[in-house]
């Protein structure tokens, strides 16, 4: 199962798993269907290639629950990932949320020292925490390092978690400013997963560690469904992904405590490198085509921002997984 743990596919509030927890394509009349089978069975765990596509081995609830963007676990190389270009999609099934942490800080390095003391394997009991990813780029507001830690966690511990990165209420944030570690914007997202591109719904994506992903927020100006995903989901969008070498996708909408507010737009893109991810994320930041036309025609509003990220860690408890599991079973 450690080899297949993935990106805890949080949160679809029609299981009862608990009460809480770019954009990259022209608009198009006609709407891709989602694909019906939300699991997906291989002969090995490791999993095979089936008419191109990858496809995993392990039922998704148990091990999705580690994912972060967070993130899931079958093993599998990026050429073969990669050998065939992502399309269509298929609904998260629900039970987790996550989070998307960031800020800058002078030496990641000696941010990370501070954070494996204070965070442990997965935080404080009470947030029950399944998965943590750490994420490492280039400081965009000082001339330090840009970080970001996803948090996978059941969609009940929300309320929990969000009043703890408060950084208002909190003074442990201040006290952080103060100590050096954190600088640049505090930035907070809580996130309800709602489709994965690449990976199947039950399953999420396979460990990140040595990978990269990039994260995009943005006001959505327009339905998220059937408008948004089916512009997000199409032959454009596909071509798009495909040349800036996205592995998959996870489109959510924010929950409460998130700094863009609530029901807006997250998106998270795979990438087999660093410097595949920096490319889309530029492209975005700098609205090159398409996106220059998907924010002139109020697809997307204010404030949009897209950051890139090389994956140091990604760690999964499997224990607790199993647990939260059997238990709602």
């Keep these: 199962m450690l080899a297949q743990a993935r990106i805890v ?3 679809n509030r029609n299981r009862n798993y608990g009460s809480a927890p770019k954009l990259a394509s022209r608009l198009q009349a006609r709407v891709p269907q989602p694909r019906v089978n939300t699991r997906r069975v291989t002969r090995a765990a490791l999993g095979k290639e089936t008419e191109g596509a990858k496809e995993w081995a392990v039922d998704r609830r148990t091990l999705m629950a580690a994912g972060t963007l967070a993130v899931t676990m079958p093993i599998v190389t990026e050429r073969s990932a990669a050998n065939a270009m992502v399309t269509g999609y298929e609904k998260d099934v629900g039970g987790f949320s996550f989070a998307v942490l960031q800020h800058e800080t002078p030496k990641f390095n000696d941010w990370y020292k501070v954070f494996n003391e204070k965070w442990g394997k997965q935080g404080p009991p009470d947030f029950g925490v399944v998965r943590t990813l750490v994420g490492k780029g280039k400081g965009v507001e ?13 969609n009940d511990k929300l309320s929990t978690i969000a009043p703890f990165y408060d950084q208002k209420k909190n003074p442990l944030w201040a006290e952080a400013r103060e100590a050096g570690w954190l600088t640049g914007t505090f930035h907070q997202s809580y996130v309800e997963p ?16 040595g990978k990269a992903f990039g994260v995009y927020s943005a006001k959505l100006g327009i339905p998220l469904d059937p408008d948004f995903i089916g512009s997000f989901t199409s032959p454009d969008s596909d071509k798009l992904h495909d040349a800036n070498g996205v592995l998959g996708s996870v489109v959510g909408t924010t929950l409460k405590g998130s700094d863009i507010g609530t029901k807006d737009l997250s998106v998270t893109h795979f990438h087999g490198s660093y410097k595949k ?3 889309l994320v530029d492209q975005f930041n700098s609205r090159s085509p398409p996106f220059d036309g998907i924010v002139a025609a109020g697809v997307l509003k204010e404030p ?3 950051m890139a990220y090389e994956v140091v860690a990604d760690t999964i408890d499997l224990d607790a997984i199993q647990k939260i599991m059997a238990a709602s079973a």
């Design 9 to 11: 596919s949080d949160s």
């Design 142 to 154: 000082t001339d330090g390092d840009s970080l970001c830690v996803v948090i996978v966690f059941p």
């Design 194 to 209: 709602k489709i994965w591109r690449g990976y199947p719904g039950d399953e999420g994506p396979p460990p990140l560690k």
């Design 277 to 279: 991810a920096c490319g």
């Design 304 to 306: 949009i921002e897209g």
